[in-house]
Antibody, heavy 121, light 107 residues
Framework: QVQLQESGPGLVKPSGTLSLTCAVS?????????WSWVRQPPGKGLEWIGE???????NYNPSLKSRVTISVDKSKNQFSLKLSSVTAADTAVYYC??????????????WGQGTTVTVSS | DIQMTQSPSSVSASVGDRVTITCRAS??????LAWYQQKPGKAPKLLIY???SLQSGVPSRFSGSGSGTDFTLTISSLQPEDFATYYC?????????FGGGTKVEIK
């Protein structure tokens, strides 16, 4: 079955760029699914960051849109998140997830284990 | 953005109890609502999609209902493995938004 694995630096300096990758295994990123990023600050709830389709189409959270880029690399079967100009408020566990339907309206059925990113000098 | 409000924020219950969690949307979202369960240190797990459809592999003691702005998640007979935090999420419009969570604790 499809599995997702996040990777990237666990520590990012303030004003820097957070870069994470989500590797897809057991399936193709070119399947009829949207691929999402969700984050969770320590002790808080979930925040949707954005999503991408294998065609490159994206939807972003307006609260982050000016700082976020989500991209897909079909040759490596993975997708990525870049968040620029980070502050301590961006410290969170970052999850990648799969929307199980092509409409992205039926929820996210496969999740990575999550990776903790701390913004600190 | 559509605001999702869950209540209660926490509930204490015993094994075997019936537990109901509500989620209210700030505007109508048809039936585009999902419910997730999250245990400490783990990723969320999809329980219910399209307001009332049970995700494959999820026990039948979980059920969802509602449409428009008001939704409920019911656990018919609470089991030890159900103690967790539950989130609703609307999928009607962008940005997708989550409720603040309901923590189900042992009484």
């Amino acid at each position: 079955q499809v599995q997702l694995q996040e990777s990237g630096p666990g520590l990012v300096k303030p004003s820097g760029t957070l870069s994470l990758t989500c590797a897809v295994s057991g399936g193709s990123i070119s399947s009829s699914n949207w691929w999402s990023w969700v984050r969770q600050p320590p002790g808080k709830g979930l925040e949707w960051i954005g999503e991408i389709y294998h065609s490159g189409s994206t939807n972003y959270n307006p609260s982050l849109k000016s700082r976020v880029t989500i991209s897909v690399d079909k040759s490596k079967n993975q997708f990525s998140l870049k968040l620029s100009s980070v502050t301590a408020a961006d410290t969170a566990v970052y999850y990648c997830a799969r929307d199980w339907d092509s409409s992205s309206r039926y929820g996210m059925d496969v999740w990575g284990q999550g990776t903790t990113v701390t913004v600190s000098s | 953005d559509i605001q999702m409000t869950q209540s209660p924020s926490s509930v204490s219950a015993s094994v075997g109890d019936r537990v109901t969690i509500t989620c209210r949307a700030s505007q109508g979202i048809s039936s585009w609502l999902a419910w997730y369960q999250q245990k400490p240190g783990k990723a969320p797990k999809l329980l219910i999609y399209a307001a009332s459809s049970l995700q494959s592999g999820v026990p039948s003691r979980f059920s969802g209902s509602g449409s428009g702005t008001d939704f409920t998640l019911t656990i018919s007979s609470l089991q030890p493995e159900d103690f967790a935090t539950y989130y609703c999420q609307q999928a009607n419009s962008f940005p997708r938004t989550f409720g603040g969570g309901t923590k189900v604790e042992i009484k």
